[in-house]
């Protein structure tokens, strides 16, 4: 499911320096681009590399590393390609463990 993203404050957004506040007109079109992403639900929502770990095994080392490895063929491939293959490493023996 799509989380409910909230609207952004100059006040939030991350500081880079002394002066930085963005370049002008960011905050809108991070606005609009929530907007459309809330009438959408993208195979990154549930698919995507945080969501191909294991949940058994939530908050240890091979969880972890199963979201790393994940990560890594994300940058590389697609959505279906990359929780095809993490699910096959998952399946060998062993498992895609540490």
């Given at each position: 499911a799509v989380q409910a993203a909230v609207a952004v404050t100059a006040e939030?957004?991350?500081?880079?320096g002394p002066t930085a506040k963005g370049?002008?007109?960011?905050?809108?079109?991070?606005?609009?681009?929530?907007d459309m992403r809330r009438a959408v639900v993208a195979p990154v929502?549930?698919?995507g590399c945080d969501k191909l770990a294991d949940?058994?095994?939530r908050?240890?080392?091979?969880?972890?590393f199963q979201t790393l490895v994940a990560l890594m063929l994300s940058a590389q491939t697609r959505d279906f390609c990359t929780a095809e293959a993490?699910?096959?490493l998952?399946?060998?023996?062993?498992?895609?463990?540490?």
């Open positions: 939030a957004a991350p500081q880079r370049p002008k007109g960011w905050q809108a079109l991070y606005n609009r681009v929530v929502d549930v698919i949940p058994a095994i908050h240890t080392e091979p969880y972890r993490v699910c096959n998952q399946n060998l023996p062993g498992g895609l463990r540490v």
